[in-house]
């Protein structure tokens, strides 16, 4: 048998990088053309952000923790699952921050954040994860299909929670907090992930990761 060390990272991945990217063809065709209604209900948000309005971001909290809940049921539960045994945790922990966002909208008083950093950097995540990010297969050389668009996929759609958590507070500072370590905590799962199969864009859930906690720490 081979020593334990001249084994790589990609040596323990469940499955080929191929089926990964297979799964957002299979979320795609499945779900279109609800794509455009997803990137229209973002920039909706952005708009809300942008406008400070605080109507308009607690609508945006709720609407996160329905389009959290619904990758975590139709990606990672139903798609994900079947080739990562460790998938159907991660489902069940999005399910867990959709709840905790569905609280903090339905119970707490949301508003924008009064930090000019913390503000531009979550509205700059906001509009990554709504336009940009669906463009990286075209980036890498990967086809159209591939595309990871918000609210079905799980890192647009949590680097847009993120950037709603970043640019905004509210009375419940825990349960704040709490959501935004959540949704750190999966987009470094996610830049691992990708790392193990050799892809650059390891480096974008990294970078949101990175912007967030600059954020945070300026806004102190």
Known sequence: MSEWWTYR???FLMFAPRTWWRLFELQNAAWWPAQAVFVLLALVLVVGLWGRHAPSLRAGVFGCALAVAFVAHAFLWQR?????GVAGG??????VHAAGLLALAVRHTVR??????????GLGLLLWAALAHPLLPLAVGRPWVHAEVIGLAPDPTVIATLGL?????AGARALLWALRAGAMAWLLVSAATLATMGSVLAVVPLAAVLLACVALWRGR
């Open 9 to 11: 990272p990609s040596d």
């Open 80 to 84: 994900y699952a079947p080739i990562n």
């Open 90 to 95: 991660f489902a069940w922990g999005f399910g």
């Open 112 to 121: 924008a954040t009064a930090d000019p950093a913390r503000w531009r950097i």
């Open 165 to 169: 958590l970043i640019g905004i507070d």
